[in-house]
C-alpha cells in the first residue's frame, strides 16, 4: 500500500489457521474421593470417566450413597486429574466434598509461539515473545498493549511493525500490525 503526502494509513492482519476441527475433549486420568483421609488415590476414577469423558465440560456431583463411603468419620476431599488434547489439570473440592459439584472443562487458552516488534526493521524474529507469553499465556483473551518504552527500541529510527502467533488448542493464530505499532494494543484470544 502507498501513501501520499499527510495521508498515512494503519493494517492490521488477523488470521486463524484451522489445524484441526475437534474440540479438546476431557479425558479422566484419576478421580480420589478421600484421599486426605488416607484413601488410595484413583478411587472413583470408574464413575468421573463414565461420566465426563469425551465432554468438553462436565460438572459431577459428588454422591457417597452412590460412589461409597470409602473413610467414615473423616470429612473427605474430592480431587480430578485429567487432560484435554494431552494437557493436564487437576480440579477439587474441599472436604467435605459430598453433596457438592465438582466442575470440570477443557477451555483453549492461549500459548504464545513467536512475538516479533520491528521485525520490518530487521530485528531477530521472537524478540519480544517473552513480554507477551508473560502477559497473555494461559488466558483466554489478552488486551496486549504493544509499548516501545516497556520493550525497548530494537532499532532506532525506524517505525517498527508488531507480529505474534499463538495456538488455542489446536488452531493457530497470527495478527499482524503495521508499522508504528507501538502505543497500539492487540486482541489476543482463544474466542
Given at each position: ?16 489457521l ?9 479425558t ?7 484421599q ?28 457417597s ?59 531477530q ?14 488466558r ?10 516497556r ?16 495456538i ?12 508504528e505499532?507501538s ?6 484470544s482463544?474466542?
Open positions: 500500500m502507498k501513501n501520499f503526502g499527510l495521508l498515512f494509513s494503519i493494517t492490521v492482519f488477523s488470521a486463524v484451522q489445524i484441526s476441527s475437534s474440540a479438546a475433549t476431557i479422566v486420568l484419576s478421580a480420589s474421593y478421600g486426605n483421609c488416607g484413601v488410595r488415590s484413583g478411587n472413583v476414577t470408574v464413575y468421573v470417566a463414565a461420566a465426563c469423558n469425551g465432554k468438553s465440560s462436565c460438572s459431577y456431583r459428588i454422591d450413597s452412590r460412589i461409597g463411603d470409602p473413610a467414615v468419620g473423616c470429612e473427605k476431599d474430592f480431587v480430578v486429574d485429567y487432560s484435554c488434547t494431552g494437557v493436564k489439570f487437576q480440579s477439587s473440592v474441599s472436604p467435605e466434598a459430598s453433596g457438592q459439584t465438582i466442575k470440570i472443562a477443557c477451555v483453549e487458552v492461549i500459548n504464545v509461539n513467536i512475538a516479533t516488534y520491528g521485525r520490518n526493521c530487521g530485528v524474529p521472537g524478540n519480544v515473545t517473552a513480554d507477551v507469553s508473560f502477559f497473555c499465556d494461559e483466554t483473551s489478552c488486551n496486549y498493549h504493544i509499548d516501545s518504552d520493550l525497548g527500541d530494537p532499532a532506532i529510527g525506524c517505525a517498527k511493525d508488531f507480529g505474534v502467533t499463538w488455542c488448542g489446536q488452531t493457530g493464530r497470527a495478527i499482524f500490525i503495521a508499522p505499532a502505543g497500539r494494543r492487540v486482541l489476543i482463544c474466542d
